[in-house]
């Protein structure tokens, strides 16, 4: 059974035509989104975590607000940039607000992707030593905070205050939330890397490495090797994979006009980040039943369990809420989905 969320990135932007122009209502909206897709009956809620831009920064309120207010959807990050986290605090927000929506936490993490600040995880206290790469600080934060929230003893106790002398771990604790955990991977190594620690992989639109094949096909063979991966470990549980698409099926005139003119432009690209060539992966947009057959024969939405479909979340939340609904009813189930049992 295939599962299906909404990404947002959060964007705001005081634009023409923009629905979302301010701080308040990216946090607002993105809470209103996931009640509606809650009542389409899709699986999760998602946001995308950025620093020093006009968009979503601070999950945990976020999330925990969406909790209040949901009772059945997943709600997650995909992803928090490690290289920016107090791991111990991160412990404590995270099992809170885990807690709070009894369990339905799904948390990506990882290294990140390139941000407007100029070494922004320096200003925010986290500077790696010398001979550490931003990617070991993301990991050495992963780390921390995994220990931490599976109840390891991070700091002395005070007997002078407790009566005794040993570890103690941070509260609150909320059992299960360490299998919850993704890392976000842009490349074969790295997720064979995440199936060796015992996470869950998260593939995004993006893959920083190129072969030649197509993106759907890299992206399956990341998946695959993961898996593998998983399986040599000798890990007990069954690993979950989620990649994310662009999905704009054309029902309306609406859908049409803000659109339609890529429905043509609907192929892989490649480019140059930070130093490395990249490939980014097609939107898929045209009229339903060919957005659905497309997405149908994708390789790597065959074989992920999750599909994270990204929303423009600056065109408000009764337009999104129209994307999704269309999306579940006339495109997801060619990928095998069916609509979760409503509250």
Do not use: C
Request: proline share 6%; hydrophobic share 45%; aromatic share 6%.
């Amino acid at each position: 059974m295939k599962r299906i969320g909404f990404l947002s990135f959060g964007h705001w932007q005081a634009a023409p035509g923009s629905r979302t122009r301010t701080a308040r209502d990216a946090h607002v909206q993105t809470i209103e989104l996931a009640e509606a897709a809650e009542e389409i009956g899709l699986d999760g809620a998602f946001v995308r975590v950025h620093h020093f831009a006009r968009q979503l920064a601070s999950p945990f309120p976020l999330l925990a607000a969406i909790a209040a207010r949901t009772s059945r959807i997943e709600i997650g990050t995909a992803v928090i940039d490690m290289r920016y986290e107090n791991p111990l605090y991160m412990a404590e927000e995270a099992a809170a607000a885990d807690l709070i929506s009894d369990g339905r936490l799904q948390l990506g993490i990882s290294r990140g992707s390139p941000e407007p600040a100029l070494n922004g995880a320096h200003a925010f206290g986290h500077v790696p030593p010398e001979g550490e790469t931003d990617a070991d600080l993301a990991r050495r934060h992963a780390a921390i905070f995994r220990q931490a929230i599976a109840g390891a003893g991070v700091a002395r106790s005070d007997p002078a205050m407790t009566g005794f002398d040993a570890p103690l771990p941070i509260q609150p604790q909320s059992p299960g939330l360490g299998e919850r955990i993704w890392w976000g991977s842009g490349t074969r190594r790295t997720a064979e890397w995440t199936a060796a620690q015992g996470m869950n992989l998260m593939s995004s639109t993006l893959l920083v490495e190129d072969t030649g094949v197509p993106f759907d096909e890299l992206q399956a063979e990341q998946i695959a090797l993961f898996r593998s991966t998983w399986a040599e470990a000798g890990w007990e549980r069954e690993p979950r994979v989620s990649v994310s698409r662009s999905v704009f099926p054309l029902a309306t005139d609406v859908d049409r006009r803000l659109f339609g003119n890529g429905a043509g432009q609907t192929s892989d690209m490649l480019g140059e980040l930070e130093g490395t060539t990249a490939r980014f992966g097609r939107s898929f947009i045209g009229e339903p039943e060919v957005v659905a057959e497309q997405l149908s024969r994708d390789a790597a939405v065959r074989e992920a369990d999750t599909l994270l479909v990204t929303v423009p979340n600056q065109l408000g939340v009764a337009y999104n809420a129209h994307l999704l609904r269309t999306i579940a009813d006339h495109v997801a189930p060619a990928i095998g989905w069916e609509p979760a049992v409503r509250p």
